[in-house]
């Protein structure tokens, strides 16, 4: 199948429609029937017979096969109306390829495949081939060919503007589809897409409750389906508290609540589990690894206690670390056992609800965080101060030193020059020698 971005495949033939026309009919062996309608250039009656024994396609040599149902496709693609006739040849399609049992489903869908990429994008033909085309696959499981293009469908749908009921039905079948091979996940998703097409005054009709309930029953029985916040904001969901009301209490449990609710829930509804054909110990295990997560979103100090998590999960302390790499496993909870703490402390969880409760928690963990960091950057200040004083005192303890010093050496720099200057005071005061060298009287 095409995407949206890119133009139709077209089919290179040559010759006039009533050429190419009566070459098919004469290859489907009506060509005597087709000739008269042919002469009189009328070209649906013309189609419609072509139509009609086109299932002899199905039984033509392999080889033969792709072009013989391409060249039927143009040719019914020349009439005004075509939407009216092309579904009939998908029907032919849907049918067993009894010249080749092997490839036969092969090259059936590679027809049908075909006939959607020749179709202008925006054309509600494509929409009713597409339908043919999941009723093929789930016909010869083959859902892992039409997987790969589902994330397409959202945009084809929007051009192909069909109304909420015919969106509806393809997602159900789609649904069906991927259940049966196994895919519960996507199955899930489109149950959910069909519950999306609903009125707000058709939510408690009873398609509306079918289906909630079926996609309710789905991600209950999900082994790897832990939120069930999308759920409980669906409207057609939220009904079910009237309709199913033992259903939906099932669900507020799996959505908000612990293993003892779970518990007070089968005393309270003997046997509801059993009777309904729910799987009692998936169940069991889901309600248990929910109640992990729930406790260790709880816990301020982000430690849980050894015996919080027996009590919590009603297990013996041997099973502790089993269950902790399970909810580790199962991505609700990340974090380590200290078994010389006796404590799980933990990295990161999951709020399985996020309601006044948690924004509460959230805005007391918030304070904590604000209240540490405001304690922590107070004593980076004290600490910045008592090292700015120190550096202060220290220089001016320096400071102090080397004035000291210099005042020592300029007193004694001084001293030196009063002492030479009394000695050449004292040798110029004394009386000129006498020139005779004669002692005086």
Known sequence: MASTSVQPQLVFVDGTFNELAQEMADYVRIGDEVKPLIEKDQQDEILKK????????????????????????????????????????????????TSSPQNGPALALGALTNIFNMIKPDNEIRFHIFSAIVRFVKQYSMFDNLKKHLRTLDSWVEQWDIDEEEQRKLYEEIAEVA???GDEHTSYDFIVKAINTFEKDEVSSEDAQRLALRALKSALLSPTHYDFSDLMSL????????????????????AEKDLEDYNDFNEEHDDF????????????????????????????SREIPYKLITKALQIPDNEIELWAIDVIRAGLVEGKLSQREQVFLVHRTVYRVFGEKQWR????????????????????????????????????????????????DGGNRRGGDRRRGGGDRDRSDRPPPNPRGDDED
Request: with cysteine; hydrophobic share 45%.
């Open 50 to 97: 072509i139509i009609v024994a086109s299932s002899a396609l199905n039984q033509v040599p392999e080889k033969e096969f792709t072009a013989a149902y391409n060249l039927l496709v143009y040719l019914v693609m020349q009439s005004k109306n075509a939407d009216k006739m092309l579904p009939r040849v998908c029907d032919n399609l849907l049918k067993p390829i």
């Open 179 to 181: 259940s049966d091979a």
């Open 273 to 300: 589990i059993e009777k309904e054909h729910l799987n009692a110990d998936l169940l069991h295990r889901k309600i248990r690894l929910l109640t992990f997560a729930s406790l260790a979103a709880s816990q301020p």
């Open 361 to 408: 928690e959230l805005g007391d963990r918030v304070d904590g965080w604000r209240r540490t960091i405001a304690a922590v950057a107070a004593a980076l200040r004290k600490e910045q101060a008592n090292a700015e004083a120190a550096r202060k005192r220290e220089m001016e303890e320096l400071e102090r030193k080397l004035t000291g010093a210099g005042f020592e």
């Open 235 to 254: 409207p057609a969901v939220q009904a079910l508290a009237d309709s199913h009301a033992v259903y939906f209490e099932l669900l507020e449990i799996f």
